[in-house]
């Protein structure tokens, strides 16, 4: 896929619902690479991605993925996960066109481990507030111990939501992005 096509299917995307997909433009390489050294993607047997989009992101943490590693991308919106399917062809990556509140069934059913790292770019400052909060929770539930959650966001609103079940993030900035954003990493204890 061509990243002026992606960036198209993405400026679509938000187009059709801007609360859920939180940005004109699909992730920066630059992003996409601290989100994999953030989430030791390299070292994971299962990640989990929420909200891939147009799969930027998702074609970054398979590369970095080892041979025998899992992950799971679970996209809420119709058309990008039509657009993933059609495009991304990786037997080690499992799509789901699901919510994130899915997420501790959708690993059971797929039979996968606690994930080493959730890699999230949905936007938590505009999701209702009990949805934000039960996806903490889940996030917080089958991650393993030791495992990373690494969220990207414009808004800060995602630490307000994790920060009760992992503690304090380290918080950076990815200054090349449109727009900038900020990078959230836990390390479950």
Request: glycine share 6%; charged share 20%; hydrophobic share 45%.
């Given at each position: 896929m061509s990243p002026l096509r992606g960036s198209a299917e993405f400026?679509?995307?938000?187009?059709?619902?801007?609360?859920?997909?939180?940005?004109?433009?699909?992730?920066?390489?630059?992003?996409?690479?601290?989100?994999?050294?953030?989430?030791?993607?390299?070292e994971a047997r299962c990640v989990v991605e929420l909200g891939p989009g147009t799969g930027g992101t998702t074609a970054a943490l398979l590369k970095a993925l080892p041979g025998s590693g899992r992950l799971l991308a679970i996209e809420l919106d119709e058309r990008f996960h039509e657009h993933l399917s059609r495009t991304l062809h990786d037997p080690r990556v499992t799509l789901e066109l699901a919510s994130a509140e899915r997420l501790a069934e959708l690993l059971q059913s797929r039979r996968l481990p606690a994930p080493d790292a959730i890699v999230s770019g949905i936007p938590f400052s505009t999701m209702p507030r009990e949805v934000s909060e039960r996806i903490a929770t889940l996030i917080a539930q089958v991650l393993r111990p030791g495992g990373r959650f690494v969220?990207?966001?414009?808004?800060?609103?995602?630490?307000?939501?994790?920060?009760?079940?992992?503690?304090?993030?380290?918080?950076?900035?990815?200054?090349?992005?449109?727009?900038?954003?900020?990078?959230?990493?836990?390390?479950?204890?």
């Open positions: 400026l679509k995307g938000f187009v059709r619902n801007p609360a859920q997909v939180g940005s004109v433009v699909p992730s920066s390489s630059r992003l996409e690479q601290r989100l994999v050294r953030n989430a030791r993607v390299a969220a990207y966001q414009v808004r800060a609103h995602v630490a307000g939501f994790l920060t009760p079940h992992l503690g304090e993030p380290v918080k950076e900035w990815e200054m090349v992005n449109v727009p900038p954003v900020r990078v959230f990493t836990w390390v479950k204890s």
